[in-house]
């Protein structure tokens, strides 16, 4: 299977069971509205921010179509400007590069430097597809495995609506 292994590794540990696929790389959601329409999941789109001092880095996840208000979340965090994450901090927080963000990735934020904001309409989700850290498969999970993972490596979260 295409993908981490460190990934693969926790979610077997888990119990939790995956639908995997194989396609070509789809690091954008143009892409990924044509290479993934026969998956049966909401496919998620994942963003990962620091604020204007890069000590604080927050994960985003909501439905591919939607897109996330930036200043909304600029404004509840009085954090200052947030800005996406550079490749040297994906790799450092979540061993991936850009084009394959995923929130499973948040198993190698050891030091938990990282909060994640997932959009409350996920909640009606059945199941949800990310990257395995690469942008040439695809894994499909549920909602309710997402946040066993996300309980079991520790990550703060919360439920947000970011949507617009």
Do not use: W
């Not at 939790?16 to 999941?41: M, N, Q, R, S, V």
């Not at 996300?150 to 970011?162: E, P, T």
């Amino acid at each position: 299977m295409r993908g981490d292994k460190k990934i693969y590794d926790k979610l077997n540990d888990l119990g939790i069971k995956f639908g995997y696929f194989e396609h070509e790389a789809i690091p954008t959601i143009e892409l990924a509205l044509i290479h993934k329409k026969d998956i049966d999941a909401t496919h998620c789109k994942n963003i990962f921010l620091r604020n204007h001092k890069g000590n604080k880095h927050y994960f985003v996840v909501l439905e591919q179509s939607k897109n996330a208000n930036i200043r909304q979340l600029e404004l509840m965090l009085k954090q200052g400007k947030l800005s996406f994450a550079s490749e040297k901090r994906l790799i450092k927080y979540l061993n991936v590069k850009a084009g394959a963000v995923s929130p499973l990735g948040l198993v190698y934020d050891t030091e938990k430097n990282s909060h994640l904001f997932i959009d409350v309409e996920l909640k009606n989700a059945d199941k949800l597809s990310f990257h395995p850290n690469v942008s040439d498969a695809s894994l499909v999970i549920s909602f309710t495995d997402l946040i066993k993972y996300i309980n079991n490596i520790g990550v703060s979260f919360s439920f947000i609506n970011l949507a617009v």
